[in-house]
């Protein structure tokens, strides 16, 4: 479009179609071969496929980037820690999430790099360890605390250090934050949760502003096999396609509930960042409190995972893995579509079990 720079909105919906020539499709058809007419992009399904061009075409643009979708979110995560040179240092959020912790403990346990814990939202301490790393993985907000780092000064950072940075944009969105614009190498996504947005699919994905970057996580997904089926990547593309509206509404729902958790007498705090659809909060009574309404509820569904339409909760540290840094009575709340009023009885009708 000349002139003028598409928003969000319009890129969520036009981006990744396939050319407007009579009698092709309007959507990028599910292409189910593991080997191609050679002379394009890709000759064997492991390299490419047409129907992951279509998301990666859409997240790309709306990032303002480069995508590369993975068979999930913890595959896209390793192809990019695996960048890190032998003996380097990481940074990480003392509260990611605990399947990064994990991976990332793991790496470092095996002598591959030296991990350094850090609050992310505590800016100075970050700045610090950013100028001193090979790799400062940030996520921001961090699930399920929600703790907000300062983008532009890791940005500046990093510029003055020389650091890469990968950014987990799982619970912003593009929509909501771009990495890419305050100095992020990586960008990294569960397409599983908000992007897709049913809580059917299994996708994960890398953005890279750079050539150099695309080319070294491209290879590492051949050489890893963690590519994604067509069929997740067809129904994440048309998942996004409604990216805006479902994250508009849900982020609505998010600030009406937390504002009226914060006013409630059995809810110690509630905590949201301020945009976003997930909320944190803790209510009298502890653990065993969170454990007995997380499981009362009628409309809000008792699970794990989040970003979908459905609101979801769970009390976090039901998980053993879970850091102990999670205090043991959180709640994440991953607020949906739902109306509004309907999901506040829901919860009301919850808390008043507990008196
Ligand atoms: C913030 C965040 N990053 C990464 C992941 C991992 O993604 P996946 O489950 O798609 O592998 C998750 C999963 O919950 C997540 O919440």
Known sequence: MPGRELSPSTIAVASGRPPREPGRPLNSPI??????????????ARFGNPTWDSFEQILGDLEGGRALAFSSGMAASTAVIDLVPLKGTVVAPRGAYAGTLDLLHDRARRGYFELV??????????????EAADLAWIETPTNPALLVADLAAIGQAADRSGAAIAVDNTFATPLRQRPLNSGADFVVHSASKLLSGHSDVMLGAVVTK??????????????MGAVPGALETFLAARGMRTLHVRL???????????????????????????FGTIIAFEVAGGPEAAEKITQLSEIIVH???????????????????????????????????????????DIETCLAALT
């Open 248 to 274: 508009d509404r849900a982020e609505a729902n998010a600030k009406e509930l937390h504002a009226r958790l914060s006013r409630i007498r059995q809810v110690v705090y509630s905590r949201y960042p301020g």
């Open 210 to 223: 750079d050539k150099r970057a695309h080319d070294a996580i491209h290879r590492r997904r051949t050489m």
């Open 31 to 44: 292409t189910m071969a593991t080997a191609l007419v050679p002379g394009g992009d890709a000759e064997y």
């Open 303 to 345: 699970a794990t995972s989040l970003g979908g339409v459905e609101s979801t909760w769970e009390r976090r540290r039901r998980h053993p893995a879970e850091p102990q840094a999670v205090p043991e009575g959180l709640i994440r709340l991953s607020v949906g579509i739902e109306d509004v009023d309907d999901l506040w009885l």
């Open 117 to 130: 814990l850090i609050d992310v939202d505590n800016t100075p301490e970050t700045v610090n360890a950013v």
